[in-house]
């Protein structure tokens, strides 16, 4: 068997719940700072919550739980720093540097991970120079209270946080308690915002994961929209069927690589079908570009200096010649191409153009839907609504 | 100007933070049920937290606000209630059935808005009947505190609830006393994970949003991965250039209307370069496929009688003609494509087959990965792992 990225760790069905983990959780040692203390001290006043997370609170027997794992006795003092370099254990195991951040979900696990990676957007500073690397393990389809509480034993041994979107009220009561019996700072996702909407509308939540036999409605008409956009927009990429410009709702134009294609897809993900057209020097555009509707015709710009950096890397990497490289990726000629580009946005005022120089692709399809939206409601307000 | 789906407004720069808005909030009315109640006690008991939510609290100067709106002083009786049904109001703008969430963010959104999405999923019940509507308002790229009061005032008027994703702490803060002070229910979605994450890292979080000045890494290596996979996903689609199976990361095999495409896309998205190859009867499958490692091949396989219904809807939108249309759906041929399937998979036992009758792409996503990094890392506890 070979070793597993953190810990090797014995069946989880023959030892969950029933017996003591392999060794015992580490001690934690808190990195701090007086940044980190003002930061958190503004956060604990703000929210009249306390920031103190301290380990082995005394906390009562699991609910839900048959036998609750039993809480740590003592520490073993050989494992008790959690240290940043990678080190072997006495097993040989491999250990990764760096702090763990558990997920678990009852679902796909998508949720709680999509929430983990923004708000480590958060510690990009430190973690880019890896001062502060950090480790996630996404445990997804997690249902049943045995693995759970085999999975909250691992992450005290390995000295994780615990984060999870569970459902099942009992299931996040005993993913909760366990985390507070043994000292693990963890975080309920979804039951907040679950628990606000439910005040809300007024109904209480069903309890189910997706794909519980109790959910009776597991694909909606906007999931199969959602899955036509995507077939119609891989269809349309790249100026293919320009006859059938007229049947997206969005249609990309832009120069080559202006990332036209993962922009298309993304905003396909999210239910639109969109065509892109590339722009190219001496092409002629398909005459239905400019016979559909302007409004939902998006233009696509760049710097040319970082547009000729990112054309020179992929025409290496496609293995060009030298002669179509240089029309493809020489500095002159991506500026007239660029300017060749901006004529013909200026000579089609309706067509927003959109920078796209330093932008994720999840940014510049956030500007285009806000751009798409308010123009198809006329909005003084800037939103994108949705009815369920 | 064309009415909005909700309510139009004023401009905001010119009122926000100034004036009193045009009406006062609506009164909560809070439709309530006995499980409903007992759900909620259930998670106040188990936080510790209590879900009173009512409204006006009194509040102090909103920290942060230059001039914090009014808190409202009186009702407006004729917009005392909130209706499930479609109203018109005095100015004549259509007000739209159901209750509001609006979803604030200084970045793109999406993460407010999957979370919200994977949080109404739990009252579906109640949604695809229509018992409960909602409708719920995206507001991304609020990065001012006047912007950030104008839609929470506008919130209020609605009777809306807000959920927001701030990184500054100040405009979280603005956020969140401004809720209080209106009486409108909020939840800030990445705080607490932001908060835990902080203490267990002992590094405080920057505090700026993604793409602001302040942030010197907007695009990572493993952006610019996730890009080439769309990229090398959408080229090797449908069978497409077999010969490259070998760079692809995951192969996907099924018959027609196995999800193969959507689900490849789906997991390009997350940065895996995926093939995806038909199995059609009579036509011989790429030597390759049987060459690439057989631990990246997945089988997909569905229901026969769901897939005939899929397949007649298809060919029907596609506008077949009856020869091939009943040799493509009609129900001996889809069996007997399910076996041909079923005896290739058979003789490739290394092959996971995944049977996705009635699961959403995300949910078989889910599922290949987990196979996936299981078989990678030979963990006896299936987790998905990723350094950062």
């Known amino acids: ?30 990195k701090s700072s007086s940044q980190l203390n003002r930061w958190s001290r503004a956060r604990a006043i703000r929210s009249g919550r306390k920031l103190d997370r301290s380990g082995n609170q005394s906390g009562q027997a699991v609910a839900g739980v048959k036998s609750p794992p039993p809480p740590p006795v003592h520490f073993q003092s050989t494992e008790s720093s959690v240290s940043l370099e990678t080190e072997k254990t006495s097993d040989g195991v491999e250990k990764t540097a760096g702090k763990s951040i558990y997920m678990i979900s009852d679902g796909t696990g998508w949720t709680v991970e999509h929430s983990v990676n923004a ?16 480790n996630t393990h996404l445990f997804s389809g997690i249902d049943d209270v045995e693995q759970l509480m085999g ?39 979804l039951g907040p915002i679950t628990e606000a909407i439910a005040s809300h509308l007024g109904v209480s939540p069903s309890g189910l994961p997706r794909g519980a036999p109790g959910r009776n409605f ?54 639109y079908k969109v065509a892109n057209v590339p722009i190219v020097m001496g092409v002629e555009l398909p005459k239905t570009l400019f016979q559909v509707d302007p409004e939902k015709v998006f233009g696509l710009t760049v710097n040319s200096v970082v547009l000729q950096a990112i054309r020179r890397a992929r025409a290496k990497s496609l293995g060009f010649g030298a002669e179509v490289r240089s029309n493809y990726s020489e500095m002159d000629y991506v500026r007239e191409e660029l300017e060749f580009a901006g004529r013909i946005f200026a000579q089609n005022p309706a067509w927003p153009v959109i920078e796209v120089t330093g932008k994720a692709i999840e940014e510049t399809a956030a500007v285009v839907l806000r751009l798409y939206h308010d123009r198809k409601n006329r909005c003084s307000m800037p939103r994108i609504s949705k009815r369920y």
Chains 1, 2 share one sequence.
Request: proline fraction near 6%; hydrophobic fraction near 40%.
């Open 1 to 30: 068997m070979i070793a597993c990225p953190v810990l090797s760790l014995p069946n989880l069905n023959s030892t969950a719940s029933t017996s003591e983990p392999n060794s015992e959780p580490q001690a934690r040692k808190l």
């Open 119 to 134: 708000a480590l957007g958060q510690f990009e500073h430190c973690l880019v120079d890896r001062g502060c690397a950090v």
């Open 151 to 189: 999975i909250i034993k691992q992450a005290a041994k390995e000295g994780a946080m615990v984060t999870y979107t569970l459902a099942d009220p009992s299931m996040a009561e005993s993913a909760e308690q366990a985390c507070k019996i043994w000292g693990i700072p963890s975080t309920d996702i």
């Open 218 to 271: 597991p694909l909606s008409d906007e999931y199969f929209k959602r899955i036509e956009a995507i077939e119609f927009t891989i269809k349309q990429d790249d100026g293919a069927l320009p006859k059938n410009l007229i049947k997206a709702d969005i249609v990309l134009a832009g120069v080559s690589r202006t990332g036209k294609t993962p922009l298309s897809i993304y905003l396909a993900q999210k239910g």
